[in-house]
């Protein structure tokens, strides 16, 4: 299945919250999700930032992505069930590479 062009992706001012993932990322993270016309949020899962904040950033979110190797079982779980309680879409992501991130942001354009 082909990838749309992520110029081409518009996330039309939706808050995107990434949980998790390595630090690093995170910037180039947010300009991707700023440069498709979006807002990004980050949460570490739990390392530093209390578990209680992301129930805070979660209520707010439009969508949450995640990636599964990259933050712990307990902040999934927590993910998991917050997104169900508030109906807020998730996309578990199986690697932290920009096509998984590209595909995750697509799929949030076509729903």
């Keep these: 299945m082909p990838i749309t062009p992520p110029s081409a ?6 808050l995107i919250l990434y949980v998790g993932g ?10 991707m999700v700023e440069e498709r016309n979006g807002a990004f949020v980050h ?15 979660l209520e707010r979110a439009d969508a949450v992505l995640f990636p599964v190797g990259c933050v712990s079982h307990q902040a999934q779980s927590k993910v ?13 992501l199986r690697s932290t590479g920009i096509d998984a991130i590209t595909r995750a942001l697509e799929s949030l354009t076509t729903n």
Excluded at 43 to 51: L, Y
Excluded at 80 to 92: E, G
């Design 22 to 31: 390595r630090h690093q990322h995170v910037a180039h993270l947010r300009r």
């Design 9 to 14: 992706i518009d996330l039309s001012g939706r």
């Design 80 to 92: 998991k069930s917050l997104c169900r309680r508030f109906d807020t879409p998730f996309k578990p």
């Design 43 to 57: 949460h570490d899962g739990g390392v530093e930032q209390s578990m209680a904040k992301l129930a805070n950033q």
